[in-house]
């Protein structure tokens, strides 16, 4: 049998850092964009 505990705390911690996230996009009064290392848009801001 396998312990999955360690990869369901690691699954847990980047959802909530990624809700964080979420929630500072949609409320940032500023505009941001994320893009990779080609120049591709990833994420941006509400513009």
Do not use: P, V
């Amino acid at each position: 049998m396998m312990d999955i505990t360690e990869s369901k705390q690691l699954n847990a911690k980047l959802r909530a850092s990624e809700e964080k996230f979420r929630q500072l996009a949609e409320t940032i009064n500023e505009i941001f964009l994320i893009t990779d290392m080609e120049k591709n848009c990833l994420r941006q801001s509400g513009l």
